[in-house]
């Protein structure tokens, strides 16, 4: 049955929308629960995989063991950002509990058969971050691109934290976003696609585009093949 959805829609959910800095963003989840119900019920064919981030959970988790205990090894950071995305993620799989496939994809090793019309996906296992896993599920589930909600509307070139210079990309090509983001990844790394995603991303061939997750107005053009803010990389 799951194969009646024509339209697979991967969603990298930024832990940065599900966890800002003052507390769950409870205003963008109820966005996020009234756009996903509206776009299902304008078309059954489609099926949402939502991926849960970590946000600022991980990073107050990171910081305490750091605190507490000095100098973390890379595996354990990464757990504890693991683990803050799996957290996120049951928040997202409640809210949708009606429509939601009851478990949530944690290990990609094993493709589920997914029958609802929203699947939540949270981490997996040290190494790379939920970008690679919303790849992966592209692979897993049959998508062709990556809808990535973050607090930003595009990427830059460079970090504009740091380089007043930096100039927003509105689209790019992988081998050339590649050269920005590098080829390492490290735990808590704040680029705009991980780099070991991006390397799958270009392998597969798959779309990934950068939307500002706090925009529900822009997101809907992008759905609507209207004119958006953001940036395309493919």
Not at 137 to 152: H, Q, T
Request: include cysteine.
């Amino acid at each position: 049955m799951g194969s009646s959805y024509a339209h697979k829609i991967i969603i990298s959910v930024g832990g940065s929308l599900i966890v800002p800095n003052g507390g769950i963003g409870i205003e963008f989840l109820k966005k996020l629960n009234n756009f996903v119900r509206q776009k299902l019920a304008e078309d059954e064919t489609r099926q949402f995989f939502l991926v849960a981030g970590g946000g600022r959970t991980t990073r107050h988790y990171q910081e305490a063991a750091r605190a507490v205990a000095g100098e973390i090894a890379d595996e354990d950071i990464d757990w504890l950002g693991i683990h803050a995305t799996r957290l996120n993620g049951h928040l997202l799989r409640t809210i949708f509990r009606d429509i939601a496939n009851p478990a949530i994809i944690e290990n990609y090793d094993i493709i589920r058969k997914v029958t609802e019309p929203v699947v939540v996906a949270a981490g997996w296992k040290p190494g790379w971050s939920t970008d690679f896993d919303s790849v992966q599920l592209c692979e897993d589930y049959g998508a062709r691109e990556v809808i990535n909600l973050s607090n930003i509307e595009k990427a830059y070139d460079k970090d504009p934290k740091k380089f007043p210079d930096a100039k927003p990309i509105d689209k790019i090509n992988w081998a050339e976003f590649r050269k920005i983001v590098g080829d390492k990844w490290t735990p808590g790394m704040n680029a705009p696609f991980d780099p070991i995603a991006a390397k799958k991303a270009e392998e597969l061939g798959i779309k990934v585009v950068i939307l500002d997750g706090n925009n529900f107005d822009n997101i809907e053009n992008y759905f609507e093949d209207k004119g958006f803010v953001g940036t395309v990389i493919e």
